[in-house]
């Protein structure tokens, strides 16, 4: 088995394990005092559709090139500088959808107060306990993390369904508590019934508007104000939807939950690993050297740089590529943004966009060479939704036909 393993829960968002399907994407944390998982939908974007064209452009290409032609280059440069940018300046940005916070109740004390803003030490914090292991099963797209507590196994086993559209938690060995967070920016939060909390908002004037819902189908034990409680033997269906995609986000999110869990939880695992595994077994790259799973990962890397040598990351690192592409993009989801389809922050850097100098390139460099083609689909029908647009910009600021 390919996996990513730790004895320690993240302590930052970089540290944290990917989960994805395409529409729906989640770091996991692991942590056993508060277990995080911070959410994301592909189609959650800032505002609506913005009209950037400067008006000045095309009428002052003729002055620049004349400028450019007689060597006359900062002048050219100080000219497209004004006429040339659009405005504004900014384009919309791909915001996180929210945070689930999984609190254990053999842990410490959690007051929910100010949970997502303050960002405290608790979020990262790991009580003492035996057996620590989090773990990201890279052929098969499940994340777990398991560890010993007052002499109980407590494990938490997740994924994301790109059958389903759903994300699965399946929790074990210890009472537990269910949070939505999403700070300041969040509009709208209610129980629809004694087992399922719904999240509703939109990302800024004439943006997406958005649903997320999660909801206990084992295990419940009722919800008071905006936490979920849960026993020992739980398991959680957690589903998103915009308007991108539907007129109705709310019901559309909670028809995923009502189909996925009259699957159940044995049914919606075996679907997604069929899916996921057959996707991740089309190519691998075997490099022979000295099996080194045993060692944790983090250990592994900090070897390398002390100068050791280790061929077996070579490998991991080429399955966990191809792992980060087809888990961010799939047929019928938008592709793979600056960050593939994870974000956690509302003013990202570089707006987490599809940066098409390069990085969009980049993203994709393995999706033939390394059998992803599908992978692909997302792209070329969001340049295919995008030419329209194209097309009129680049006949009103450069007289292209486009």
């Not at 306990?129 to 407590?154: F, P, T």
């Not at 966990?320 to 592409?325: I, N, P, S």
């Amino acid at each position: 088995m390919n996996r990513l393993w730790y004895t320690n829960p993240a302590n930052d968002w970089n540290s944290a394990l990917p989960l994805g399907n395409g529409f729906m994407g989640a770091m996991c944390f692991g942590g056993n005092i508060i277990d995080r998982f911070q959410l994301n939908a592909d189609s959650l974007w800032y505002g609506g559709y913005r009209d950037r064209i400067n008006p000045d452009a095309k009428k002052n290409i003729p002055e620049i090139r004349r400028l450019i032609s007689k060597g006359k280059i900062s002048e050219a440069e100080k000219l497209a500088d004004l006429s040339m940018a659009a405005i504004p300046d900014f384009q919309s940005h791909y915001e996180p959808l929210c945070d689930l916070f999984i609190i254990p109740e053999s842990g410490e004390k959690i007051s929910l107060f100010g949970l997502r803003d303050s960002w405290s030490d608790r979020i990262y914090k790991m009580r003492p306990c035996d057996d620590y292991v989090r773990q990201l099963d890279i052929d098969n797209g499940v994340h777990k993390v398991s560890y010993m507590a007052k002499e109980a196994c407590c494990e938490r086993e997740s994924f994301i369904s790109y059958p389903d559209n759903v994300m699965v938690i399946k929790n074990s060995g210890e009472k537990i508590s269910v949070v939505i967070e999403r700070s300041v920016y969040m509009d709208s939060l209610r129980k629809i019934d004694e087992n399922t909390l719904c999240m509703e908002g939109q990302a800024g004037a004439d943006g997406a508007k958005y649903c997320f819902c999660v909801r206990a189908v084992k295990g419940s034990l009722g919800i008071i104000g905006r936490t979920l409680f849960c026993d020992e033997d739980s398991v959680l269906l957690a589903a998103t939807q915009t308007s991108f995609y539907c007129e109705n986000p709310f019901e559309a999110a909670v028809g995923i939950l009502d189909s996925a869990e009259e699957k159940g939880f044995e049914k919606l695992k075996e679907r997604h690993i069929a899916d996921f595994s057959e996707i991740m077994n089309r190519c691998k790259l075997n490099i022979d050297c000295p099996p080194k799973n045993n060692i944790p990962t983090d250990s592994r890397l900090k070897a390398i740089q002390s100068g050791k040598e280790d061929i077996g990351l070579v490998n991991l690192s080429f399955s966990y590529g191809r792992y980060l592409l087809a888990a961010s993009s799939r047929e019928g989801s938008l592709p793979a943004n600056l960050q593939g389809i994870w974000n956690d922050r509302f003013t990202p850097v570089w707006d987490s966009k599809f940066t098409i100098n390069i990085n969009t390139q980049m993203n994709y460099w393995p999706a033939e060479s390394c059998n992803l083609s599908k992978t692909h689909m997302p792209l070329f029908e969001h340049i295919k939704r995008m030419y329209p647009r194209g097309r009129n910009a680049a006949e009103k600021m450069y007289g292209a036909r486009g």
